[in-house]
């Protein structure tokens, strides 16, 4: 069993900062990527930002220069710093995990539950 766990979001006023944590926990027996999803009401989930385990970054047009992935895929955690949100951010932000639990066997998705981000005066 792999757990996904995430901490942070909340309400704040435009232009303001957020920090959202993630921490995988269980049987994992490699790493690949870990990274943050949104999902806005009537939205597709859509890709926030992304760390692989080679340390390459990968972010959405709409949020680069103002949110931040950092983290260490070693110590299976990250964190999305989020500044000069918007209304537009407003989303359930979902941490994902990209990984290997059994061998022979394949990477898969695992994903928390979600946490909101609400962006408002």
């Known amino acids: 069993q792999v757990q996904v766990e995430e901490s942070g979001g909340g309400l704040v006023q435009p232009g303001g900062s957020l920090r959202l944590s993630c921490v995988v926990s269980?049987?994992?027996?490699?790493?690949?990527?870990m990274g943050w999803h949104r999902q806005a009401p009537g939205n597709q989930r859509e890709l926030v930002a992304r760390l692989g385990n080679d340390g390459t970054t990968t972010y959405a047009d709409s949020v680069k220069g103002r949110f931040t992935i950092s983290g260490d895929l070693d110590q299976d955690s990250v964190t999305l710093q989020m500044d000069s949100l918007k209304p537009e951010d407003t989303a359930v932000y979902y941490c994902?995990?990209?990984?290997?639990?059994?061998?022979?066997?394949?990477?898969?998705?695992?994903w928390g539950q979600g946490t909101q981000v609400s962006v408002s005066s």
């Open positions: 994902n995990v990209l990984a290997l639990t059994s061998a022979p066997g394949v990477e898969e998705d695992y």
């Open positions: 269980g049987r994992i027996i490699s790493l690949y990527a």
